[in-house]
């Protein structure tokens, strides 16, 4: 048989079976829209960027803690030194202990404060929220210093302790229920804000006392806000490393020992080993939230009516002052650290100077820091907004490749489970690989931005997702008819309607940025030391009042950014969402 007679035969029982699947592939890929294409390359990107920027991290933190010094593969010895360690196991318990006093002490604050403001008539309620949400705008470390110059062994008030030592336990639930308190406030009068005025109608008629009707009325409508925002409270304590940095003394957590054993040791493994221990509360409080939420069901419907609280002098009375308590002790705080920021020398020589604020006097960086936080910020408000809204976008309003989105969805959804320390260390041992082709990212302002981003970006995705949710699909429906390229669509339609989320998740993106941490603590260099760092270099070295000044020059940016965005709320807000109202 000759070559031509093989080739026709081969090519005659090749094409009975591979055209009809070429065919088949070349009409979907013909079929796809423009609209189609482009969601499909944004669908695949986000992916590839959030496995870049979170799966892959955690994946080489989990190899590295079943690896020796030198990066051989040693099982799970390194576990089983860890549990043998009673000083490691011993942070576990103190790790623990610390949250869920933190959780109930500030459930019970942030409980009565945010129903002082939601259910009683009490006067100056817009002055007690204001001063409830001022501790969001400061870093962990901003109460942990004044702390030390309240209650410290130079404190203005040491002998309100009888003896006891603020550098501790003590210290550190004092200042984590400082700067957890607005986090559990804003849940839980979102919780209480929403009650339907005919069961309390229905228990007056019944001529039920008022005692009653909160265990049996108020209580089970809160319960789910309040479940959520403890848990939601546990988390960020048991991931804290500000706090228990400055004022925790001898006392040992997690999160300072995977700092001690990375930074003071340089004991990779061990510091992989401890950021999983710190991993599975994390995991396990962010598990049990999405449980309650799934659970919590909706108190208003179509026929409800809006709750409006009725004066009560007895009520309104005990409420005013326990706020005018709260709002007193939370100034007291920021106060003392505004004063510490201007004493030349604590406590000797307590002349007022600006001299504090000159930071070149104190480290070689000066302000750079402070600057570096600031473009920081500013990336990651820019690039995380857009990223986070497009691809929530996509999420929710795409229509092809489903099993990419619910991944994608997931995979956003993580960030919230995950300790901004252990994160941090998952990068360095990802990027800093010499096997990485993307080592060079490493030690860059670039590095610190993406970090940041990933960290903060399940709470923006969900509030993207919430705003997209809320467009009326006859807006959607009419772009359709007229067959508006959904990118258009989403260029005309959903960023100007979705513009305060836009607004809401950029200032939210800008103040965390400022104040983080735990996030950045491993990754930056000598040319990107970011403010919070310096505040911690600064307190280290023993320059307490000019690391004051510098968490004070952060709390002042980031009530900046709030303004900012107030006034841009107001001016752009009442162009583009006219539509919401007749």
Same mark, same amino acid.
């Given at each position: ?11 005659? #029982? ?13 009409? $979907? ?12 390359? &944004?669908?695949? #990107? ?11 991290? /955690? ?24 549990? *043998? ?20 002490? &500030? ?14 008539? !009490? ?23 004044? #702390? ?75 319960? +789910? ?5 403890? @848990? ?14 400055? $004022? ?61 609280? %009725?004066? =009560?002098? @007895? ?55 402070? +600057?570096?936080?600031?473009? !920081?910020?500013?990336? &990651? ?6 990223? %986070? ?46 096997? *990485?082709?993307?080592?060079?990212? +490493? ?8 970090? %940041? ?11 993207? /997702? ?11 429906? &009419?772009?359709?008819? #007229? ?28 103040? =965390?940025? !400022? %104040? ?67």
């Amino acid at each position: 048989m000759s070559v031509e007679s093989v080739i026709s035969v081969e090519s005659d #029982l090749i094409t009975p079976t591979s055209t009809p699947l070429f065919e088949r592939v070349k009409g $979907i890929f013909n079929r796809m829209s423009t609209d189609q294409w482009v969601m499909g390359g &944004v669908l695949i #990107l986000a992916a590839l960027l959030m496995i870049i920027g979170l799966i892959a991290p /955690l994946g080489a933190m989990f190899v590295k803690s079943v690896q020796d010094r030198s990066g051989e593969y040693i099982g799970f010895a390194n576990y089983v030194n860890y549990l *043998n360690n009673p000083a490691l196991t011993q942070s576990i318990y103190n790790t623990l202990f610390i949250g869920i006093v933190v959780s109930a002490v &500030v459930g019970l604050l942030a409980f009565c404060y945010a129903y002082a403001l939601t259910r009683t008539c !009490m006067p100056a309620k817009r002055l007690f929220k204001l001063v409830g949400s001022l501790p969001i705008l400061a870093p962990s470390l901003l109460p942990a210093i004044s #702390l030390v110059y309240l209650f410290g062994n130079q404190g203005i008030w040491k002998s309100w302790l009888m003896g006891s030592s603020i550098y501790g336990p003590i210290g550190i639930v004092l200042g984590l229920v400082f700067w957890c308190f607005p986090h559990a406030l804003l849940i839980m009068s979102t919780g209480l804000s929403t009650a339907d005025a005919r069961l309390y109608e229905a228990a007056r008629v019944m001529r039920t006392s008022p005692i009653r009707t909160f265990f049996t009325i108020t209580l089970p409508g809160a319960k +789910y806000g309040l479940m959520s925002a403890m @848990v939601v409270i546990f988390t960020l304590v048991v991931c804290d490393f500000g706090v228990a940095k400055v $004022i925790g003394g001898q006392y040992n957590v997690l999160a300072t020992d995977i700092y001690k054993q990375v930074i003071g040791q340089h004991n990779f493994a061990m510091g992989a080993v401890t950021s999983v221990v710190l991993l599975l509360p994390a995991l396990l409080s962010f598990a049990l939230e999405t449980r309650i939420r799934k659970k919590q069901q909706s108190m208003m419907s179509a026929n409800s009516v809006i709750y409006q609280p %009725t004066p =009560n002098k @007895v009520r309104d009375r005990g409420a005013f002052v326990f706020c005018l308590i709260v709002a007193t002790a939370i100034m007291v705080v920021i106060g003392m650290a505004f004063y510490g920021s201007l004493i030349s020398f604590w406590p000797y020589n307590k002349a007022l100077t600006l001299g504090n604020y000159d930071f070149g006097r104190f480290i070689s960086y000066g302000w750079a820091p402070f +600057y570096n936080s600031v473009k !920081m910020a500013l990336l &990651v408000a820019l690039i995380g907004t857009l990223f %986070t809204f497009l691809v929530a976008y996509c999420v929710e309003k795409g229509r092809e490749m489903r099993s990419v989105r619910s991944a994608l969805h997931l995979m956003a959804m993580m960030p919230m489970a995950v300790p901004g320390m252990v994160l941090g260390l998952g990068y360095i041992f990802f990027f800093n690989s010499p096997t *990485n082709p993307m080592n060079n990212l +490493y030690g860059t302002m670039t590095i610190l931005v993406v970090c %940041t981003v990933v960290h903060l970006y399940t709470v923006g995705h969900m509030t993207a /997702l919430t705003a997209l949710r809320q467009i009326p699909a006859e807006i959607e429906a &009419v772009a359709a008819s #007229l067959k508006i390229p959904q990118y258009k669509a989403f260029l005309k339609i959903s960023i100007p309607v979705g513009l305060p989320a836009l607004l809401d998740i950029g200032s939210y993106l800008f103040v =965390n940025a !400022m %104040t983080t941490t735990s996030g950045v603590i491993f990754l930056y260099t000598t040319d990107n030391v970011l403010a919070s760092i310096a505040v911690m270099h600064l307190d280290e070295m023993g320059y307490t009042a000019a690391a004051a000044a510098m968490a004070v020059m952060i709390m002042l940016t980031s009530a900046i950014a709030r303004l900012i965005h107030g006034a841009f709320s107001h001016l752009l807000l009442k162009r583009t969402q006219r539509w919401r109202t007749r």
